[in-house]
Nanobody, 115 residues
Framework: QAQLVESGGGLVQPGGSLRLSCAAS????????MGWYRQAPGKQRDLVATIASGGSTDYADSVKGRFTISRDDAKNTVYLQMNSLKPEDTAVYYCNANKWALTYWGQGTQVTVSS
């Protein structure tokens, strides 16, 4: 069955960087559109960034210029490089894979930006 496993979260100071990874299994990774979402306490889950199977990317306005999404189809992995982190980036970050009517979620990884 499909499985998405996120890693790379943690505690970082404002202005710092983190790199999230999401390893996929059980799906034909290279045909799936991949995305990162985040959910802060008491808030809805919001889109952070997406990367299509063909490689085109899209970002939430709040992270443009600071975050970069990429994928390695040979490794069945999608990444989120996060630079210049702010306290408001604190959230659980979730990986998503979708194609046609199919969608899968990872279990999430906590990112905390605090001094």
């Amino acid at each position: 069955q499909a499985q998405l496993v996120e890693s790379g979260g943690g505690l970082v100071q404002p202005g710092g960087s983190l790199r999230l990874s999401c390893a996929a299994s059980g799906i034909t990774f290279n045909i799936y559109n991949m995305g990162w979402y985040r959910q802060a306490p008491g808030k809805q889950r919001d889109l952070v960034a997406t990367i299509a199977s063909g490689g085109s990317t899209d970002y939430a306005d709040s992270v443009k210029g600071r975050f970069t999404i990429s994928r390695d189809d040979a490794k069945n992995t999608v990444y989120l490089q996060m630079n210049s982190l702010k306290p408001e980036d604190t959230a659980v970050y979730y990986c998503n894979a979708n194609k046609w009517a199919l969608t899968y979620w990872g279990q999430g990884t906590q990112v905390t930006v605090s001094s």
